[in-house]
């Protein structure tokens, strides 16, 4: 166990000190998406009170989650693809699953100061009161997890251009064609069906019952498709590393 800990810290610290000049950038890139979407939803909405005000405000949050999964964790990955360092380090002698580990760790502490200034930034600009629910951390890693691991498997088994590509499609679907800023109710009965069964609607329950507990609760049916997409999404990761190795 002390191995397993031991290997997985030093692909963490080998993966930040690789990205040393991105990582800052990244950092503020995704703070400033967490903040204008807060600042843009709220010039579009007006001034929304009740329950508009604290869709808009729990789903920055759930936004900067998703988006370094799933979009900036490709990219870099892609990116590992194209230089080579990505072949190089599973020469390495250490098993597949702590390549994941390593990169998810990295991705999910890397989204949350994103989250952090999204909470506050929708308390601020909405003047909506939270009450954040003892479960939210856990609620929040596994969201993180979920996406990036998702994104991983994506870069992975895609060639770079085209992963780039997709990363680029998913950040309109998840900012505009996703229900987590506005409830579902709002798109046609055939795109809820399928909603139903995709991560994004599951992510955003969990996030807002989680920062608002006395208006949200989480319906045991997205538990269990966050569930189900955790799961799999970890398994296909590590099976398209082996794939790829």
């Known amino acids: 166990m002390t191995a397993i800990v031991s290997q997985t810290w030093l692909?963490?610290?080998?993966q930040a000190r690789r990205l040393t000049e991105a990582l800052p950038l990244l950092v503020v890139v995704q703070m400033l998406l967490s903040v204008s979407t807060i600042y843009g939803y709220g010039m579009l909405a007006g001034n929304p009170t009740g329950a508009d005000a604290?869709?808009?405000?729990?789903?920055?949050p759930t936004v900067a989650l998703i988006t370094v999964g799933l979009v900036m964790t490709p990219q870099i990955v892609a990116q590992a693809k194209t230089e080579g360092s990505l072949d190089w380090l599973r020469t390495?002698?250490?098993?597949?699953?702590?390549?994941l580990l390593s990169d998810l760790l990295l991705w999910t502490v890397l989204a949350l100061p994103g989250v952090v200034l999204g909470v506050f930034a929708g308390v601020w600009r909405f003047d909506v009161h939270l009450a954040v629910a003892p479960?939210?951390?856990p609620a929040a890693m596994a969201i993180s997890l979920t996406a990036a691991a998702v994104g991983y498997s994506l870069a992975t088994l895609l060639k770079p251009a085209l992963a780039n590509l997709l990363t680029q499609v998913l950040v309109f679907v998840i900012l505009l064609f996703s229900p987590i800023s506005y409830p579902v109710e709002r798109m046609p009965q055939a795109v809820q069906a399928v909603q139903a069964f995709l991560p994004f609607q599951p992510m955003a329950e969990v996030m807002r019952a989680g920062l608002a507990s006395q208006d949200f609760t989480v319906p045991p049916q997205?538990?269990?498709?966050?569930?189900?997409?955790?799961?799999?999404s970890l398994v296909g990761a590590t099976l398209a590393l082996r794939k790829q190795a």
């Open 92 to 99: 390495l002698p250490v098993p597949r699953p702590l390549f």
């Open 135 to 137: 479960w939210l951390v």
């Open 54 to 60: 604290l869709y808009l405000a729990t789903g920055a």
């Open 222 to 232: 997205s538990v269990a498709v966050l569930v189900v997409w955790c799961g799999l």
């Open 11 to 14: 692909l963490v610290q080998w």
